[in-house]
Each structure stands twice: as C-alpha cells, then as structure tokens.
C-alpha cells in the first residue's frame, strides 16, 4: 500500500559565484548572533568577521543580519557561501520569490520554515483577507513540504500602534512578516490578527473541516501554478512523492466491551454489547441539575430517563438509573436554577452553603446546562466545574442550544452517556491487550492567556486504565517531569507488584540531559534497569504534513495507516475510516505527528509504540468518535488548560486521580 504525500523534490540553483553578506543595521532578512554566526567558519573568514565587528563597534553577543547575493553592495561585508547556510539560502530563494509575485511572508514561524500570505479580497475599511501557505524544506533529502496553514489570514491595512496590548502579535514589514519581541525599535505595523484582535474587531474566521480530496487539488493546482513556475528553484515535474504506507495490526482495532465481546467500533459496540465495566455503587448514584431555562432541565431529564429515538436512556444504555438527589427540604429535589451566566457563581455558593454543606459527596453527579461552548468555554465553566470537584461531584456541561435542535440532540445523547458514566468511574471499553507491567505516562502543556505555561501529566497501565494526573507551571517542567516520574512509578508499584517497562508520550523532543536523569531516578531511586521509550506526539494534529489515499481519490486515509517521514518521525492516520469504503459521514480528521527517541537501544520496536498510541486514542471516553491524540496526551492538554484557568490547585481526590473528570 502507498500514500501520496504532500512533499516535492527540488534542486537548488548552481552556488558558483554566490556570496553571503553581513550587516551591522539587522537589515537583511536573517539574523544571528555574532559569536554564533562566526564559529560556522574557517579561522581565515573568523579573523575577518571579528575585524569588521570591531571597525563596526559591534561585541560578540550583539545580532546581525545576513542574506545572500551574486552582486553585493560595498557598505556590506561579503563571505563565501559554505554548505552550513544551504538551509537559510533556500528558504531565501524561497521567498524572495514569493516576495516578487506578490505574497507577504513570515520567516521561521513557530514549528514552520516559511509562511507566505496569497491575497484573496477586502473585508473591510481596516482588514484584508489572505490565505496562508506553510513550508517546510528538509535540505538532507531536498524534499519541501507545503500545506495550507489558513484559509483565512486578516491583515490590517494600515500600521497599528504596537504599544497597545495586543498579546502575542505578528507584524508585517518591508514585505516581510517579523515577530514584534524579535524586532527592536518597531513601534508601529501592519498586523496579522491574532485571537485577541479578532474579537475586539468582530473577525470571524469559517472553520470548516478538512477535505482530503479537495484539498489534495488545491494543493496540486498551488504547485503547477506557483511554485513550478519559480526559476530559482527546480521542481521534478512529477509532482507530490508517494511512500510505502503500513497498518497497525487488526488486532490493535479490537475494544473490549461487556462479556468479554470485541468490537472496532465503539457506536456498534456499545450498541451490541455494552459497557465494559458498570460504574461502582451504580444504584446509589444521585444527580443534581444545575440548569438557566426550567424547559432544557426537563427535557433532558426525560431523554436521560426514558430515551429519546435511537437512545434508549441512561439505565438501558450504561446501566445508570437517573436518580434525583433529595433536598433538605421535604419533597424537593437538589437543584439550582441561575438567573445568567453572570450570576452563576454566586448563586451556586449559596446553593453549595444550603444543599451541598458536608464535605465530600461520593455519590453525587451535576448536570449543568448554559450557554457553554467547549471551543471557547467561559470563566464560570472552570469555576463551577473546580468547587464541584472539590465536593467530589463530577459534572457534565451541556449547551442549552443543543438540547433545542430536537432534530439532531439523539446524536448527543451517547455521547453525554459515556462521559457521565466514565467520570462516575466506570470502563465505557477498554484495551483488548494483554495485561502487562507496563507504566504509561503522557505530559503535555498550554499557553494560558496570561502567558503562562502550564504543564500536565497523566498516568496509565498499558490497558489504559487511570492511575493518576498532575498539573503544575511549565517554568519548573524540567525538575516537574522527573520529581512526576518518581511518584509516578511510586504509585504504579503500590498497586502492581513490578514494573518493566516505562513507556512516556511527550508534547516535545527531551534533551540528553532529560535522558541522564530518566536513567538515574529509575536506578538510584528504584535500582530498575528497565527499557523505556519516549514518543514525541505533535501537540494534537499535523499542522503541515498529509497523505493522500490514491486508490480512492486520494481521500483520508484508511484508520490506523501510517507513513515513515524519517528514521524516527511518522505520521500516523487515526480516523474513523476503519474500511476501504468508508460509510457516508465519516468526518475526515488530520493525522498525528510522531517522532520516537530512545527505543532503538531499548529494544522497543516502532510499530509497537506506534500502535500503543493507535490504541489509546480509543479511550478518551468523550464520546463514540476515535480521537486523533492519545488519551495520555488529550487528558494532560485538559488538564493542562483547565489549570491554566484557575488559581487554586487541582484537588487530590478520588474524582481527579481514576476518572476522567476534566472532559
């Protein structure tokens, strides 16, 4: 089997004659640090490197910039070109030539070599609309890689005063997009507008899903007409690459579900079969409702109790009686009805002082309904969600407005059932994997909107059971990660009698220095000599990356297919496309990005660290769908933002450390 795969070759334009030049005002396109740029040459070239600094009264941490020419003017200084800068003298070529038809660029955005902004059309007296190209250049393998990074860039039309607090922002200069912090002296710009921007200024970008076989023509008709036209640059005509795609094993599909009956499909399984474990104490479970409008407080209690269309209810579907808890009060129910969402918090702690006085409340969960957007989820979402936590309510929160599209909420209402019965602590499904000893642990982290980073970790056993998760601020993630990989291991053998072997999914590479000290704690705190592999997943999904299925139109690709970028670096298709001939509604969905460290010496094989993350993206319990990210990583980025949110710290309960209480 083979995927085509957004990458084409080039061939770079003969170097005789070309020059580096050097300047003192930074104001070339690239720019490095003195010290930094001179150790790339010969000692002959250093000596003169240092002559000009000195003539130029410029030190050694000092920045300059750099570019390239066949013609260089006298007032810069001219080096020769050395295969060092081979990376930097195509990404010039590059956009130079985009520069020249018209594009606005970005040079070396987060994660990206080059982003150039085709122009579309006006929005307004204060916005342009443009579409937003990513690349990527690999100069071991002369390959570029090329997607689309938006489909909707707005970029101001006149400069913006960049002492406003505008957050993290993007500029735009002399035809070139810069970061502000990179950019000394810069007071005003043309912007790309971030979140912040957007809302102030009511821009409201489409977030259409990706469509793999229209995508796959936008990008083809891209190169035929810009990029193969270039004459600095050589394209093969052939276009697009195609590589040798692999599966992860059938087996790797199968679910457990009640009895012992498999499936690969959470919707038929469920269906057919049931949940794998029933929440304990089920009978004694009581819920709450916490709801604005007295009509979506009803209505969903009807469908939860009695079903509605193809959901057959609560009780018949995961084995949950809908149960009100009792009020204090004779005859009434628990519940609170909030005038807005602007209200909620201090109506509830007046709830909370009447209904909720004891201390923790096992056997409680809170239905609470608004208007709550789990794309933008609000202040009070985090607050409420905190102090039921701390009472050891879980909770699920529900928009109003889909409760209102009667049409469609029967579709909702699984979904709604497996999160309220994961958080309750039962098993929706589980892993149809051996038992082995084996410790899972995924770290991921967030930006919160102060700036902060936040970090998270969660822990498993390789059946995907919950052992426990953490959060804490990223400024001390490197002393977090092994201090968390200690209790970690602490707390895997007080309930498993060994470990042997330790398995981590990180959102970034770990350093040799990070390496040294895995092996210390397990040895001097442990005395484990045991293999472990470290398995890079990319934040969520590829943000650049594709593969096209040619033998059905070059659709998404079949679920579980996955591609060999590099030695160490796959990408990985998790849908769900699970046959050749996907059903009408499947959704299509971006691969994940994987790079492994450290397996080779450890003896871990590849396509097994690729189907153990294939196998955890099935148990984030969110729903039926199979997400893309692994739950060791979904949970943490959860957890990570829901802390980024809040100023107290997570509590230590049951609730937080075996349930997914965050989704």
């Known amino acids: 089997m083979e995927l085509i795969v957004n990458r084409i070759k080039y061939k770079l334009p003969n170097?005789?004659?070309?020059r580096i030049i050097v300047s003192a005002n930074k104001d070339l396109m690239f720019h490095f640090n003195l010290s930094y740029f001179k150790k790339r040459f010969l000692i002959g070239e250093e000596k003169k490197i240092d002559e000009w600094a000195l003539e130029n009264e410029i030190d050694e941490d000092s920045y300059i910039g750099f570019s390239f020419s066949r013609n260089a003017a006298e007032e810069y200084l001219e080096l020769p070109f050395i295969k060092e800068f081979e990376y930097y003298y195509t990404l010039w070529l590059l956009a130079n030539y985009f520069k020249s038809t018209g594009f606005l660029i970005q040079i070396k955005p987060k994660g990206i070599d080059l982003s150039c902004f085709e122009f579309i059309n006006e929005h307004n007296d204060f916005w342009d609309v443009y579409k937003k190209w990513d690349f990527k250049i690999n100069t071991k393998y002369k390959e570029l890689t090329f997607n689309i990074g938006s489909s909707e860039s707005y970029i101001s039309k006149d400069k913006i005063d960049l002492n406003e607090d505008l957050g993290n922002i993007s500029c735009i200069l002399s035809?070139?997009?810069?970061?502000?912090?990179?950019?000394?002296?810069?007071?005003?710009?043309?912007v790309v507008a971030n979140r912040k921007l957007k809302t102030q200024q009511g821009l409201e970008s489409s977030k259409a899903p990706i469509n793999y076989a229209f995508r796959y023509k936008e990008l083809k008709s891209f190169f035929n007409s810009k990029l193969k036209p270039s004459n600095k640059i050589m394209f093969h005509s052939i276009g697009f690459d195609s590589l040798r795609a692999d599966k992860v094993s059938f087996s790797k599909n199968k679910m457990l579900f009640r009895n012992g009956q498999?499936?690969?499909?959470?919707i038929t399984g469920m269906r057919n079969y049931g949940v794998y474990q029933d929440v304990p104490n089920a009978l004694e479970k009581q819920f709450i409702f916490i709801y604005q409008?007295?009509?979506d407080a009803n209505t969903l209690y009807k469908y939860l109790k009695n079903g509605y269309k193809g959901f057959p209810g609560l009780l018949p579907y995961v084995n949950i009686p809908v149960t009100l808890a009792n009020s204090i009060e004779k005859d009434k129910y628990k519940r609170l009805e909030y005038s807005n969402i602007n209200t909620l918090m201090d109506e509830y702690k007046n709830f909370e002082e009447i209904e909720l006085s004891e201390d923790y409340y096992p056997n409680l969960f809170a239905i609470v309904i608004g208007p709550f957007n789990k794309d933008e989820p609000?202040?009070?979402y985090f607050n409420l969600k905190l102090s039921l936590i701390k009472k050891g309510i879980p909770s699920q929160f529900l928009n109003y407005e889909n409760i209102r599209k009667s049409g469609v909420f029967n579709y909702h209402l699984p979904?709604?059932?497996?999160?309220?019965?994961?958080?309750?602590?039962?098993?929706p499904w589980r892993l149809d994997s051996p038992k082995k000893q084996e410790l899972v642990i995924g770290f991921n982290q967030i930006v919160s909107e102060e700036g902060r980073f936040i970090g998270s970790t969660v822990f498993f056993d390789n059946q995907g059971r919950l052992k426990r998760t953490h959060a804490f601020e990223e400024q001390n993630s490197s002393n977090e990660v092994i201090g968390l990989l200690k209790i970690a291991i602490e707390d895997y053998l007080v309930q498993e009698t060994d470990i042997q072997r330790l398995i981590i999914h990180y959102h970034k590479s770990l350093s040799q220095k990070d390496k040294s000290n895995i092996e210390r704690v397990l040895r001097s705190e442990f005395n484990l000599s045991i293999p472990y592999a470290v398995v890079e997943v990319n934040d969520t999904k590829s943000r650049i990356e594709l593969g096209f299925d040619p033998d059905h139109d070059f659709r998404m690709p079949v679920s579980g297919s996955f591609v060999r970028l590099t030695p160490k670096e796959y990408l990985l298709f998790n849908n769900n496309r699970f046959k050749e001939v996907a059903p009408i509604g499947v959704r299509d969905e971006l691969p994940l990005k994987l790079k492994i460290h450290f397996a080779d010496e450890a003896g871990f094989s590849h396509r097994e660290l690729i189907e153990q993350v294939y196998e955890f993206?099935?148990?984030t319990w969110k729903g039926l769908k199979q997400r893309s990210q692994p739950a060791t990583c979904f949970y943490a980025k959860e957890i990570a933002r829901f802390k980024s949110f809040v100023d107290e710290p997570i509590p230590d309960n049951e609730i937080t450390q075996t349930t997914p209480w965050v989704i």
Do not use: V, Y
């Open 293 to 295: 409008n007295n009509d």
């Open 415 to 427: 979904n709604i059932a497996i999160g309220i019965h994961a958080k309750m602590g039962g098993i």
């Open 175 to 190: 035809n070139k997009e810069i970061q502000k912090s990179k950019h000394i002296g810069l007071q005003k710009s043309k």
């Open 15 to 18: 170097e005789e004659g070309l």
């Open 617 to 619: 993206s099935r148990l």
């Open 378 to 380: 609000c202040r009070e």
């Open 262 to 266: 498999t499936d690969i499909n959470p």
